[in-house]
Structure formats: structure tokens, C-alpha cells
């Protein structure tokens, strides 16, 4: 049961230019959205997120969208680097009313910025 | 910077052995969790732990998983009697505020022979 879908396995963008992440999920009850980032052997590291009462949240480099109708998110990172090169986790939450933070995450998607 | 440790990085276990990993979360976070990933799958949720308690477990999170914060400082995930099916990649996270931001240690990986 997929609630949380990255479609695209993979993504290569040159560098300088805009690589688009994207992610659907299938949960109504979903109600705060992030990204993770994970190099090999390490942790996934948080990116940004984004609460269901916006549809945009930026920080620098990095943007999350969010499409509440279309149930569907994506992170924008422009300039791309070649040190963004990594996997690129979409993660979702409900709003269980505390702090308690059971994520979904999808598959996550093998982003390459080519020099 | 203030981060998740997690040891052993790597354990390798006969099937049937009782395995226990180890997590320091960051110091002023409250709430402790651990996922697992298995090899070419997704992050998967096992249980989270605040208050001394489970306050929601998985289905993977069976009655052959346990988790524990001995002292004040680690949370510990102990598998009864390793399946083969348990060898992945277990992370430890933290968090201590209402964000959702999740911290993550480097990860321990279990291999069940």
C-alpha cells in the first residue's frame, strides 16, 4: 500500500539548472509534508517541509509545492549542485494533534547534478 | 551540531540470536523513533516512544521487538530472535518539538545470516 509515491527512480539535471522532485500521496489525512535527503551510509537529513494550511514553503535553494487537490507535492531546487546529488525522500504526516511524528516516506528518487 | 549516534554501524547475527541497537538521541528531544530499511525498499515506520511509552508501533513491530530508554540518555531497539527477513538498515530518530523535524542517526545495519 503505497501511500506515498515518488514515481521517478531516478533524476539527472546539469548543474545551474532547476531539478524538479515530485511526489503524490494517497492519504486525506495527511496533513504536513517533508523532504529528506540521504547520501550513502548516512541518516536522511531533513530538507524543508510544509504544512497543509500553505502551498508554498521556500528556504534558499529550496522550494516545496503543495497541491492539496491533487494530493501532490514537489521540491524545486534551483541552482541545482553537484553536492545535491543524493536521494531525495518525500515524507508525510498525519496531524495527530501532538508531536508524535509517524512518517510515510516514498521511495525516494536518486537525484544526479551532473558538473 | 547536536546529532543522533547509533551503534554498532554494522552487526552481523545468526538467525535466532537476540540483537540489541543502540541510539543516543539529541539531548533536549523527547520523542524517539525507529524506522528500518530494507535493501532497495523504503523508509519504513517501527514504532515511536515518548513518556517512557510506545505511544504507536507498527505492524513490523511485533512481539519479537522491544524497545527501552534504560538511563537518561539511550533507547534501545532489541530483537528477541532474529528472522532472516530483519536484516535492513534500523535508523533512530529524535525530535523535540511540534515541526515534525525528525533527526536521524547514521544508521545500524543488521545482516541475519
Known amino acids: 500500500d503505497q501511500q506515498v509515491k515518488q514515481n521517478s527512480p531516478s533524476l539527472s539535471v546539469q548543474e545551474g539548472r532547476i531539478s524538479i522532485l515530485n511526489c503524490d500521496y494517497t492519504?486525506?489525512?495527511?496533513?504536513?509534508f517533508l523532504w529528506y535527503k540521504k547520501y550513502p551510509a548516512e541518516g536522511p537529513t531533513f530538507l524543508i517541509s510544509i504544512s497543509s494550511i500553505k502551498d508554498k514553503n521556500e528556504d534558499g535553494r529550496f522550494t516545496v509545492f503543495l497541491n492539496k487537490s491533487a494530493k501532490h507535492l514537489s521540491l524545486h531546487i534551483v541552482p541545482s549542485q553537484p553536492g545535491d546529488s543524493a536521494v531525495y525522500f518525500c515524507?508525510?504526516?498525519?496531524?495527530?494533534?501532538?508531536?508524535?511524528?509517524?512518517?510515510?516516506f516514498g521511495k525516494g528518487t536518486l537525484l544526479t547534478v551532473n558538473p | 551540531e547536536p546529532e543522533v549516534t547509533q551503534t554498532p554501524s554494522h552487526q552481523v547475527t545468526q538467525m535466532g540470536q537476540e540483537v540489541i541497537l543502540r541510539c543516543v538521541p539529541i539531548?533536549?528531544?523527547?520523542?524517539f523513533y525507529w524506522y528500518r530499511q530494507i535493501l532497495g525498499q523504503k523508509v519504513e515506520f517501527l514504532v515511536s516512544?515518548?513518556?517512557?511509552?510506545?505511544?504507536?508501533k507498527s505492524e513490523i513491530f511485533d512481539d519479537q521487538f522491544s524497545v527501552e530508554r534504560p538511563d537518561g540518555s539511550n533507547f534501545t531497539l532489541k530483537i528477541r530472535s532474529t528472522k532472516l527477513e530483519d536484516s535492513a538498515m534500523y535508523f533512530c530518530?529524535?525530535?523535540?518539538?511540534?515541526?515534525?523535524?525528525?533527526?536521524f542517526g547514521e544508521g545500524s545495519r543488521l545482516t541475519v545470516l
Open positions: 539531548s533536549n528531544h523527547l520523542y
Open positions: 530518530a529524535s525530535s523535540g518539538d511540534t515541526t515534525g523535524e525528525l533527526f
Open positions: 516512544f515518548y513518556n517512557n511509552e510506545i505511544s504507536e
Open positions: 492519504n486525506s489525512m495527511f496533513d504536513y
Open positions: 515524507a508525510a504526516s498525519p496531524n495527530s494533534g501532538g508531536s508524535n511524528y509517524k512518517l510515510t
